[in-house]
């Protein structure tokens, strides 16, 4: 349970941490169990936030409502870089017909702010703004490779929970490092089954302001048994230099 922030502002905070891609929508036990705000505090605050349309009431429970959604797409950083990449990753998932994801660095975490995917791929769930942690996605391996903090990441993800997503996924600060030091040399990373049994995923980095500075990453999930890999990843290098180019032309155009 997390301690109770003093602040009115503090407590919605905890509130909407209590949601997540997995459980999008939460009873009031539930919403203060896993908020740690006692029960008559969160059904007074959840009222308040409903009336703001921040929340909204299903017959679950609670939502989170429109007016998060609205705000969410006008954070700069994020609403850029999607508005530059999609029609992008459009062609790339056309192109290959692979899962195609679009994720940045946030913590030990990777942050997906697009996905595009068709009907046969139910089993990858991946939602807009889940996260995973680093040490199992591809995108997730790539920054900590590309990072000026690395040994501090690290550091940080052998010290939390190392429990494997599948029976695949490396557990061992060992066998991490030697992925890492792998990515470092080639510059695109890769998992096999780590994240979903019976997928690999490739990742590689998009720049902004010089070829070190990766600020997120573009990734192909494909099946396990397709064996047009190099293809995908050329067609993955080709989706990172058009967003990287697009990307540094929309932050030049405004000061000019």
Sequence with gaps: MQDHPSSVLG???????????????LGLTDLSR?????????????????DLNLLERAEAG????????????LVPGPANLRHVA????????????????????????????????????ARLQTAVGNRVPLRYAASGKLFIAHSPDAETLLAALDAG?????????????AQLRVQIAAIRERRWSVEHEECVEGYKTYAVPITLGGPHEVVAAVSATLPLPRRDDQQVIRALW??????????????IAPAR
């Design 11 to 25: 407590k919605a905070f905890l509130l909407f941490g209590a949601f997540d891609g997995a459980r999008t929508t």
């Design 34 to 50: 896993r908020s740690g705000i006692p029960k008559a505090t969160a059904y007074r605050l959840a009222q308040e936030l409903v």
């Design 62 to 73: 609670y939502q989170l409502g429109w007016r998060m959604y609205e705000l969410g797409q």
């Design 86 to 121: 999609r029609p992008v990753l459009m062609d790339l998932h056309s192109a290959t017909r692979a899962v195609v994801h679009l994720s940045v660095p946030h913590g030990l975490h990777t942050l997906y702010l697009e996905r595009l995917a068709g009907r046969r791929d």
């Design 161 to 173: 929970d190392t429990a494997p997503r599948t029976r695949h996924s490396v557990s061992s600060a």
């Design 238 to 251: 080709t989706t990172a230099a058009h967003i990287s180019r697009a990307l540094e032309a929309s932050v």
